[in-house]
């Protein structure tokens, strides 16, 4: 778990919280790997400050010259001297980032039933980049992310589109989910941010009360999350990070997953989301599970 060191989403890249090392030098951050990681026991301190403080892209550098150096892989050696949820942040930390999202939506849908909250996550909150880097992964080549990138709003489709979302909810017996799928998983975010306005002014409720009112499973879960990305991803995925540590147990994969994959991208934002939504610091929050768990 990272400590005190350590979709349909607009992607600033300049909130994160790591940020590439100045004086970076991979191999001696490599050497510096190696000695950890040899001999009897780790030198899990070293192994923290290294990968928590160097950018993703560093890392992958980091991962080529101890290939370099050892004709191992750092994946595997990682592997082979940790274990448990510390493994899997080390491995989520040395995996480009577009692997990684690709082996969490592999993951989700290995075994039997599919872990449908995972996939929700990742698609609803990724950009159409992000999405497409995935994808080339998962199918070698073919590509999906259909949303429009235009940054230009035109007030009056935006309430066109509004209309038609509470004609093929509220306004109607039944509801028409293509319509909702149409609009929410195509058109740009600022669009759809003026489309929520819109929406509130036509209806008198807000468009995921409406959505929770119409719509119910992995449908209603999927275009929820898409909604509340387009009003605020850190706001998403602050609400995420305080479900992943509420109640018995801590949910570390979610809890990896968000804090690996927004590192370098609105880190800053969720922690002050975070912070606002629940009046407590999310470094305190985590701090409190380790306390609690003996992490």
Known sequence: MLTGECICALQSGERGTIKPKANFNAEQDAAALKKALEGLGTNEKIVIEILTTRSSAQRQLICKAYEKATSRTLVKDLKGDTSGNFEDLLVALVTPPAEYDCHEVMRAMK??????????????????????DLSDIY?????????DESTTVDVNKAREDAKTLYNAGEKKWGTDESKFIEILCKKSIPHLRQTVIEYKNISGKTLQQSIEGEMSGD??????????????????????LHESMKGAGTDESTLNRIMVSRSEIDLLDIRAEFKKLYKHSLLSAIQVRNEIFNF
Do not use: H, M
């Open 139 to 147: 199918f070698k080549g073919k590509s999906y992310g259909k949303r």
């Open 219 to 240: 449908l209603e879960n999927l275009l929820v999350a898409v909604v509340k990305c387009v009003k605020s991803v850190p706001g998403y995925f602050a609400e995420l």
């Open 111 to 132: 075994g039997a039933g599919t872990k449908d909250k995972v996939l929700i996550e990742i698609f609803a909150s990724r950009s159409n980049q992000q999405i497409k």
